[in-house]
């Protein structure tokens, strides 16, 4: 019996290994050809009139200097507009205080019952924009940017194929600890699903450009009306209108800042609720793969446990492949993040030896999203009835 289930799982397990040493090998190489690659000497730099939109909620971890890499853009002429709900915010009174005239401010007002407030926010602030802005970049409060972020997110964009561009966030605990490095190792598996297929990648809405034909032409503010997720309903928008989402690795975001093990699988959670809401098979498919790769990982051990040596050895197969490929997405954020290099020389291993816990971590936060379509999120409970239709449940 153990056998049968050894190789029921095994088999299927050590395929998803080999798809995974593929997905962190066309990200590595993606990373390398972005950064170290030779510069298009016919490429010219693009960079447009720009407004760059940051919603705000309550005071992020370091709130004050995520604000300030914003407002200090190497990027020729851009306005950046905060916005949130209420004027009174305590991040809109700290924003004005850390920014002064170099930041436009808008109160949206309460947000309807049907929309998230993020989204609320942002449809706001889209409205508040100058009409001398060719571009919209969006950015989350909870990160920092370096100087060329904003210069580097829009270059994309001069493709006229190129829909969107992304970045994606990078989990840098100063304090390490175990369950902030989990974070961060686990998070970090994410951006192996983005690479330079453009018609498949998501935007993240931490770090989105678009330009505003685009937006307008694709109807992203008709995608959002009714919705929560500004990212997974701007890339849907964009793929509709036959364009790409290019996934830019000199465009990702620091993210400072400690998690308690309750705040990390309750945040990771939420996540996956809304993946299975507007990415229904990109959850299915992560749901059925972790559930095979830990079954199997169990298989293994009950193998060995009865002195097959078989066991052994299926369980080097199945689990060091996805260890290697997390090493190798250690190194990928060494070449995206050049100036958190002092970090990576103290904490790059846990991309190899947190890889097999954060799996499991995957299969719970996966089996735990399949339970609810409810989410809490600042505040605010939702729920999630299908990718164009949100309830609010309860809010401030």
């Known amino acids: 019996m153990i056998e049968i289930l050894f190789w029921a799982f095994v088999g299927p397990a050590v395929l998803l290994a080999m798809f995974s040493i593929r997905s962190g090998r066309n990200l590595l190489d993606h990373v390398e050809t972005e950064i170290l690659g030779e510069p298009d000497p016919e490429e010219t730099e693009y960079q447009p009139p720009a407004t760059l939109i940051l919603p705000v909620r309550g005071v992020d971890h370091d709130l004050a200097q995520n604000l300030r890499s914003l407002a200090g853009q190497d990027y020729g002429d851009y306005e950046f507009v905060v916005v949130s709900c209420e004027a009174d915010d305590p991040a809109i009174t700290l924003a004005r205080l850390t920014l002064g005239d170099r930041a436009k401010f808008v109160a949206a007002g309460a947000p309807p019952a049907d929309r998230g407030e993020k989204i609320h926010n942002l449809l706001a602030a889209v409205g508040a924009a100058r009409t001398a802005s060719e571009v919209f970049v969006f950015a989350d409060s909870d990160g920092q940017v370096a100087a060329e972020w904003m210069a580097n997110l829009v270059q994309p964009l001069s493709d006229k194929q190129v829909g969107a561009s992304t970045g994606f966030r990078w989990y840098f605990p100063e304090e390490g600890g175990f369950?902030?490095?989990?974070?961060?190792?686990?998070?970090?598996?994410?951006?192996?699903?983005?690479?330079?297929?453009?018609?498949?990648?998501?935007?993240?809405?931490?770090?989105?450009?678009?330009?505003?034909?685009?937006?307008?032409?694709?109807?992203?503010?008709?995608?959002?009306?009714?919705?929560?997720?500004?990212?997974?309903?701007?890339?849907?928008?964009?793929?509709?209108?036959?364009?790409?989402?290019?996934?830019?690795?000199?465009?990702?975001?620091?993210a400072p800042g400690e998690t308690s093990r309750g705040e990390f699988l309750d945040w990771a959670t939420r996540q996956m609720?809304?993946?299975?809401?507007?990415?229904?098979?990109?959850?299915?498919?992560?749901?059925?793969?972790?559930?095979?790769?830990?079954?199997?990982?169990?298989?293994?051990?009950?193998?060995?446990?009865?002195?097959?040596?078989?066991?052994?050895?299926?369980?080097?197969?199945?689990?060091?492949?996805?260890?290697?490929?997390?090493?190798?997405?250690?190194?990928?954020?060494?070449?995206?993040?050049?100036?958190?290099?002092?970090?990576?020389?103290?904490?790059?291993?846990?991309?190899?030896?947190?890889?097999?816990l954060a799996t499991w971590v995957w299969l719970y936060v996966l089996l735990a999203s399949a339970a609810t379509n409810r989410i809490r999120w600042r505040d605010y409970e939702y729920e999630l009835i299908a990718p164009d239709k949100t309830r609010l449940i309860s809010g401030p």
């Open 179 to 254: 369950w902030s490095l989990l974070r961060s190792a686990w998070d970090s598996t994410i951006v192996a699903r983005l690479g330079a297929n453009d018609s498949k990648n998501f935007t993240w809405g931490g770090a989105m450009a678009i330009r505003r034909e685009t937006f307008e032409s694709a109807r992203v503010a008709e995608h959002w009306h009714s919705s929560i997720s500004d990212d997974y309903r701007l890339a849907d928008a964009v793929h509709g209108a036959k364009l790409g989402v290019h996934f830019t690795p000199k465009a990702m975001v620091a």
């Open 273 to 356: 609720i809304i993946t299975k809401v507007y990415r229904r098979g990109l959850w299915t498919v992560g749901l059925v793969a972790h559930i095979i790769y830990c079954g199997a990982i169990v298989a293994c051990l009950l193998m060995a446990l009865t002195g097959n040596l078989l066991g052994l050895g299926g369980l080097v197969v199945i689990t060091i492949p996805g260890m290697a490929q997390g090493a190798s997405r250690g190194h990928a954020g060494t070449l995206m993040f050049p100036d958190r290099q002092e970090w990576f020389e103290r904490h790059s291993s846990i991309y190899f030896w947190m890889t097999p």
